[in-house]
């Protein structure tokens, strides 16, 4: 049976559903060794900023359970450097380039994506508007007038599809997707990570410079596909899922439950070649299940759980 992954965001087309999680791919060939970028749906960058920056002192990652907590703070070599050195690359492939940009204000979200959309073989844009890791990372996605001032600038000086990334960090998430939709976002990316810390017992210090960092892998998992529910119930927008998906069982429940596209974001660290098993699980579920389109397995979580008797725990 021949497998259709075909999966279409507005104009744009994607031979599959299967992309990577901003900030955990690189931002070129980095893992061309192990991943044939052409099977991917989409790649999705590293956060681009209009100027280069550092990052955060280390250490600025470390493992949790199930999970780990990284404040790299927007590490990258600026706008400039990605044009002239990245892109170039990624015109020779077939798979989607979406380019994930941040800034400090809303005129530099505008300049990056005004530079961006000339740019050949840029696809989409990715907004950060969820970084919990740098100084106003949160602030536009705190706030729902913000965030729709920041989407409809950014609206009006682009075609580009727009994905705006949002984080549930302790705010409305569905207010801030509402406002994000009504300013004419093409699509969510949800989530971005939630703030966390750790503590090494023998120094007593905490164990990342910043104290706090943004906690992802399997531990957010629940978490994102609770938002992706909430916001496929209450509106009309696709969704990019990403949170702790590190295979195709994963990836499923994300699908039956409305994702368009899923990422795999630190599942990237353990097994740099999860988007490759996670593709190749999906096609031999579908198979298996008899499913030849992936729009006729998406969306088609069943309204009650436990009815069967599995994953039934009796209340009280
Ligand atoms: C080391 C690391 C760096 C990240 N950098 C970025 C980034 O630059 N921009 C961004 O939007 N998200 C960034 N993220 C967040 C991921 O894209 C993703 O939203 C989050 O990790 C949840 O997915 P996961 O649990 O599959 O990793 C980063 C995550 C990690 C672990």
Not at 34 to 41: M, Q, R
Not at 171 to 182: E, G, P, S, T, Y
Not at 283 to 293: A, D, F, N, P, T
């Amino acid at each position: 049976m021949k497998i259709d992954l075909t999966t279409k965001i507005g104009n744009l087309t994607f031979t599959n559903p299967v992309t990577v999680a901003s900030g955990t791919f690189g931002t070129k060939d980095e893992y061309a060794s192990f991943v044939n970028y052409n099977k991917l749906g989409a790649v999705i960058t590293k956060t681009i900023t209009r100027l280069p920056r550092e990052g955060n002192p280390m250490p600025r990652i470390c493992e949790t359970p199930s999970g780990m907590l990284n404040a790299i703070g927007l590490q990258n070599k600026g706008l400039e450097d990605f044009i002239e050195n990245k892109i170039p690359f990624f015109r020779k492939l077939k798979t989607n380039l979406i380019v994930n940009i941040a800034g400090d204000s809303v005129e530099d979200y505008v300049y990056l994506a005004e530079r961006l959309q000339k740019e050949n073989g840029v696809k989409a844009l990715e907004l950060n508007i969820s970084c919990p890791n740098v100084k106003k990372g949160l602030s536009f996605c705190a706030n729902p007038e913000l965030a729709y001032e920041l989407v409809k600038a950014v609206r009006d000086v682009t075609a580009l599809p727009i994905f705006t990334k949002l984080s549930p960090e302790g705010f409305d998430l569905l207010r801030v997707a509402d406002a994000c939709i009504r300013a004419g976002t093409n699509a969510l990316s949800l989530m971005n990570t939630i703030r966390g810390m750790a503590v090494d017992i023998e120094t007593r210090k905490p164990k990342l410079a910043r104290i706090f960092g943004g906690l992802s892998g399997p531990a957010i998992r629940p978490v994102a596909l609770r938002y992706l529910y909430e916001v496929k119930q209450r509106f009309h927008i696709p969704v990019l899922s990403m949170g702790g998906i590190t295979n195709a069982a994963d990836a499923l429940e994300f699908l039956i439950t409305g994702a368009d596209l899923i990422a795999v974001g630190t599942a990237n660290f353990i097994n740099p070649r999860a988007t490759m098993d996670v593709l190749d699980g999906i096609k031999s579920y579908m198979k298996e299940k008899r499913i030849q389109k992936i729009d006729d397995l998406r969306g088609t979580l069943k309204p009650e759980a436990g009815r069967d008797g599995r994953n039934c725990i009796p209340a009280g």
